[in-house]
């Protein structure tokens, strides 16, 4: 993993078009080709990035030639290109403070609770549960901030991920925002809907995730392992 803090400016050209001017930036290349770009401030989510597959060019200029170019004191660009869609990721650093790469080897993984884990191998088996004619993509679907813990298939054949929590909060709601963001971008996936799926949900969650689009749903455990059926309830 590559970081670099540098005064730079960010423009993303592509199926949208964002501009970032010059300003202090965290710039983070990791091993799986993915570039994302942060500030100090707000969230901790990137301000841009751009995921894999993608290529990284690198040109640079000495002073004299930066101070003669009318757009703008540059010192290094960086070109990133996603290698499906042709959307640019271009980055202009005009001041580096520090530059440094670090191996951090395979990483392990996050490790979730007994609960949640079950539930999510629960609703794999049983994707069914969510309605009839849905069908399994695959669990813990990567993404270049994580894996989003089922990516399935609805009765029309278009795409939902799934986040799945033992209690369902504002985070995790914000969690698979990001998801959906990152899965919209590919041409092969998009659109992308999302479930956010939990055995409670607390009212807050529910608000935002509305707000977001993305729909709710509150698993029924017991249900979903066989030990109780929910129909042949009386209360």
Not at 117 to 142: C, K, P, Y
Request: glycine share 8%.
């Amino acid at each position: 993993m590559r970081l670099v803090v540098a005064r730079c400016s960010v423009d993303y050209t592509g199926r949208l078009t964002a501009h970032l001017p010059l300003a202090p930036r965290l710039l983070i290349v990791k091993a799986d080709g993915s570039v994302l770009v942060h500030s100090d401030g707000g969230s901790y989510k990137p301000l841009n990035w751009m995921t894999p597959p993608c290529t990284l060019t690198t040109s640079r200029r000495d002073d004299e030639e930066a101070l003669e170019d009318p757009e703008g004191e540059w010192i290094e660009q960086w070109d990133v290109v996603h290698d499906k869609t042709g959307d640019r990721l271009r980055v202009r650093l005009v001041e580096v403070f520090e530059d440094s790469s670090h191996e951090l080897g395979i990483d392990p993984g996050l490790q979730k609770d007994g609960v949640e884990a079950h539930l999510q191998a629960l609703l794999a088996e049983n994707i069914d549960t969510l309605g009839e004619g849905w069908s399994l993509v695959r669990r813990e679907f990567f993404t270049a901030i994580g894996p989003v813990d089922i990516l399935a298939r609805d009765e029309s054949g278009g795409s939902v991920a799934i986040e799945i929590k033992r209690r369902g909060e504002i985070d995790g709601v914000e969690q698979l925002t990001r998801y959906l963001e990152l899965l919209n971008r590919d041409p092969l996936l998009a659109p992308v809907r999302g479930i956010f799926a939990a055995q409670a949900i607390k009212p807050q969650a529910r608000v935002l995730a509305a707000d977001r689009g993305i729909d709710c749903v509150t698993l029924d455990y017991d249900a979903l392992r066989g030990i109780d059926d929910a129909e042949s309830r009386l209360f």
